[in-house]
T-cell receptor, first 113, second 114 residues
Framework: EDQVTQSPEALRLQEGESSSLNCSYTVSGLRGLFWYRQDPGKGPEFLFT???AGEEKEKERLKATLTKKESFLHITAPKPEDSATYLCAVQAGIKAAGNKLTFGGGTRVLVKP | DGGITQSPKYLFRKEGQNVTLSCEQNLNHDAMYWYRQDPGQGLRLIYYSQIVNDFQKGDIAEGYSVSREKKESFPLTVTSAQKNPTAFYLCASSYLGGPGETQYFGPGTRLLVL
């Protein structure tokens, strides 16, 4: 069974204080690992897709990396507007799984000015 | 503007009542999905559809039903058999094919029980 575990559950940062979020996964052949940002009461907003170990992607203050067992989302010099819940999900490569995404529980990030 | 719309934003259900959540997309995506989100838990897949007139159960399909009569639309009915329907419901869509099929989400519908 595919599993995704995110840590920490919550993270409080001062503005400018860089940090990393962890996403550990077990999956039957990774097809893709996805990061989303979710604001309270809204749908998840797509950030990145990573396909293979060693891959990195960046967008503004966010950088996502991937190994064979985990992914990290690095937040560099965060601003208050980066406050949100960050969700990690995996998509298995086996056909029987369809296109199902298996999600972790998320990391709630609060950036204080 | 291309995107996914869900309605209503809030929905109230009475005991024994069936309610239907709407999901429409104009992205020309092939596949559509319904997820349920509960506080402190990850999103869980209810149903998905890869083609018109065909759909598959996800992990928590009991008490729910769907239809896919048009490519753009994938309504979800929460039946009276669903004993704990209070949750945030999210619809998503994606293209099929390619190395990884990114799913894009709508704004969600919050269902509350009266």
């Amino acid at each position: 069974e595919d599993q995704v575990t995110q840590s920490p559950e919550a993270l409080r940062l001062q503005e400018g204080e860089s940090s990393s979020l962890n996403c550990s996964y077990t999956v039957s052949g990774l097809r893709g690992l996805f990061w989303y940002r979710q604001d309270p009461g809204k749908g998840p907003e797509f950030l990145f897709t990573l396909y293979s170990a060693g891959e990195e992607k960046e967008k503004e203050r966010l950088k996502a990396t991937l190994t064979k067992k985990e992914s990290f989302l690095h937040i560099t010099a965060p601003k208050p507007e980066d406050s949100a819940t960050y969700l990690c999900a995996v998509q298995a490569g086996i056909k029987a799984a369809g296109n199902k995404l298996t999600f972790g529980g998320g990391t709630r990030v609060l950036v204080k000015p | 503007d291309g995107g996914i719309t869900q309605s209503p934003k809030y929905l109230f259900r009475k005991e024994g009542q069936n309610v239907t959540l709407s999901c429409e997309q104009n992205l020309n995506h092939d596949a559509m999905y319904w997820y349920r989100q509960d506080p402190g838990q990850g999103l869980r897949l209810i149903y998905y559809s890869q083609i018109v007139n065909d759909f598959q159960k996800g992990d928590i399909a009991e008490g729910y039903s769907v239809s896919r009569e048009k490519k753009e639309s994938f309504p979800l009915t929460v039946t009276s058999a669903q004993k704990n329907p209070t949750a945030f419901y999210l619809c998503a869509s994606s293209y099929l094919g390619g190395p990884g099929e990114t799913q894009y989400f709508g704004p969600g519908t919050r269902l509350l029980v009266l």
